[in-house]
């Protein structure tokens, strides 16, 4: 086989199956940050083993990408407890690699459930302020997520700033109530 033909029948895999390799690494990984690396290396891999022995065998790509997935995901999850057991005593380290260190472990950075759960969070009261009021809902779209001024927002809708606001902020204090946020 040549490169062409690999590299053709990979980009229509990686198209077909990228969506379903990054939900399971995702739902896997114990940081969402780990899992850019982990679907990195799991396509990594799946090339490397196409170019090498082709594709003939692979009945299932998507399949075979979550094999590697399982594995990908288990060995970056020992690799990081390895690394975190290599680390036992601090009284090695000099003061600046302690310094170093201790921001580093110190670094707020949300787990994979917490990110999914404001996820979560967040579409479902997206809905139900679109569900509620459709202008409502163009406003929260247009402000949040097109990152529009509140004056831009007004004139793209056609309305006064004042009832933007008014419809922004109630909208808002409501959603806490109801979300107990």
Do not use: W
Not at 156 to 173: A, C, D, F, M, W
């Amino acid at each position: 086989m040549g490169k062409p033909e690999i590299d053709l029948y990979f980009n229509d895999v990686y198209a077909k199956t990228f969506n379903a390799v990054s939900r399971y690494v995702a739902s896997h990984a114990s940081r969402f940050q780990d899992s850019e690396d982990i679907i990195q290396n799991v396509y990594t891999r799946f090339y490397k083993r196409i170019s090498e022995k082709g594709y003939d065998d692979i009945e299932s790509s998507e399949a075979f990408l979550i094999n590697i997935a399982k594995f990908e995901c288990r060995t970056f999850l020992s690799g990081f407890v390895k690394r975190r057991e290599r680390v036992k005593n601090l009284s090695e380290f000099s003061e600046e690699e302690s310094d170093a260190l201790e921001a580093e472990l110190s670094r707020d950075v949300p787990l994979l459930e917490e990110v999914m759960n404001n996820r979560i969070l967040a579409k479902q009261i997206f809905d139900d302020i679109v569900k509620s009021d459709e202008t409502t809902g163009k406003i929260f779209y247009l402000h949040f997520v097109c990152d529009m001024k509140l004056d831009e927002v007004a004139k793209q809708l056609g309305l006064n700033v004042s009832t933007v606001k008014t419809k922004l902020y109630r909208t808002i204090e409501k959603q806490k109530k109801k979300f107990n946020i």
